[in-house]
């Protein structure tokens, strides 16, 4: 956490979904590194403990004397009750929250069309799509009623290009990229800022959750590559979020250098 970010994420508030590994985590703490005060929300609460106390310290390492307050939520995003008490469940002091990461989402399985599990379609299209959409609802509210706010939705290049064996999972991350679009252009009267942020190959648990708990499996997809870590897309959400306020990154697609596509990966033998 060398990067100094700017001042302008001082004493803001960050909600984070997906907060207890990968990417949300690295996030997290990046904005308390910031200056930034999180609310960090997973449905694995038992992680988030960890996590805060990463957030504690990056504080101590970055912007003493601003943000540091952090709280954990028990947030499942394929429940519906779960996501409407979100605010209500909120601590006062996130009461008037400045940014929204819809970082939660998942992939699961490689089956093709016909073999793929019902469970599986269920557990992508109710985490990536419906709950990011419930997600962004109570907050663009809440954003309206304040006129101001920032939506930072994690699509992928999966959104910006399907490819076999990912149908429903490109599907959902294609249904991101829509969603966001369109949300932009209803918001785009206000100071209300909307970024899809697009990541290719990125080592986290991502491909074991895929593999169903497969680590074998899921060191293969990185075999003869250097992916991107989940600190190089915290840093771009991070980067998003700390532009003046006239200013929108509405789209940002982040590849390995290794990577130009799904399908275009050059690994070494």
């Known amino acids: 956490m060398s990067v100094t970010w700017s001042s302008r994420l001082h004493d803001k508030v960050v909600f984070v979904t997906g907060a ?52 954990v939520l028990d947030l499942d995003m394929r429940n519906a009750q779960s996501i409407e008490s979100v605010l209500q469940r909120m601590p006062s002091w996130a009461s008037d929250v400045d940014v929204l990461v819809n970082n939660a989402g998942l992939a699961s399985g490689t089956a093709q069309v016909g073999d793929i599990r019902r469970e599986d379609v269920d557990a992508m299209l109710d985490t990536n799509v419906r709950g ?18 920032h939506i930072i939705n994690l699509g992928s290049i999966a959104g910006m290009e399907a490819y076999p064996s990912g149908s429903i999972y490109c599907a959902t991350k294609f249904a991101v990229r829509a969603f966001t679009s369109a949300l932009m252009k209803e918001l785009y009267t206000t100071p209300i800022r909307v970024t899809n942020i697009q990541p290719g190959m990125v080592e986290t648990e991502f491909s074991l959750v895929r593999a169903y708990g497969d680590q074998t499996a899921a060191d293969k997809v990185y075999v003869g590559m250097e992916p991107l870590r989940a600190e190089d897309i915290a840093e771009e959400i991070v980067w998003a979020a700390s532009r003046p306020n006239h200013v929108n990154i509405a789209e940002l697609t982040v590849l390995p250098v290794q990577q130009a596509g799904p399908y275009h990966v050059s690994r070494r033998t």
Do not use: P
């Open 132 to 149: 990011l959409i419930e997600m962004t609802q109570l907050f663009v509210r809440m954003f309206k009623a304040r006129n101001r706010g």
């Open 20 to 71: 207890s590994s990968g990417i949300g985590a690295a996030a997290a703490q990046l904005f308390a590194y910031a200056g930034a005060n999180v609310v960090l929300g997973a449905r694995r609460i038992e992680k988030l403990a960890s996590v805060q106390a990463a957030c504690e310290r990056a504080n101590a390492d970055g912007a003493t004397g601003h943000g540091g307050r952090y709280a």
